[in-house]
């Protein structure tokens, strides 16, 4: 299954959400892979009803991430300015 790297908590914490189960999973920070931020993916194992980060989904992220910039543009290039006239 697969989760993203949603927020950190506290300086300690970080919260992954795993949609195919509606979970969210909290686990300290120093238990991610090097080089994981906010947005990262990951592949999860489950082993009764323990969970842990297998490794990043490179793929996933790349293709999340290219979708959140794709969506940018598209509100950026839509927005024209404000809609109230100077006086």
């Not at 795993?18 to 947005?39: C, F, R, T, V, Y």
């Not at 794709?70 to 006086?87: D, I, T, V, Y």
């Given at each position: 299954?697969?989760?993203?790297?949603?927020?950190?908590?506290?300086?300690?914490?970080a919260?992954?959400?795993?949609?195919?189960i509606?979970?969210?999973?909290?686990?300290?920070?120093?238990?991610?892979?090097?080089?994981?931020?906010?947005?990262?993916?990951?592949?999860?194992?489950?082993?009764?009803?323990?969970?842990?980060?297998?490794?990043?989904?490179?793929?996933?992220?790349?293709?999340?991430?290219?979708?959140?910039?794709?969506?940018?543009?598209?509100?950026?290039?839509?927005?024209?300015?404000?809609?109230f006239?100077?006086?």
């Amino acid at each position: 299954m697969k989760g993203v790297l949603d927020r950190f908590e506290s300086e300690d914490q970080a919260v992954i959400l795993i949609e195919e189960i509606q979970k969210a999973l909290i686990i300290p920070k120093d238990e991610l892979p090097k080089g994981s931020e906010q947005g990262t993916w990951f592949l999860i194992e489950e082993k009764n009803n323990q969970y842990k980060i297998i490794s990043i989904d490179y793929e996933t992220t790349r293709r999340q991430q290219e979708k959140a910039d794709q969506l940018m543009e598209k509100l950026r290039a839509r927005s024209s300015g404000s809609k109230f006239k100077r006086n």
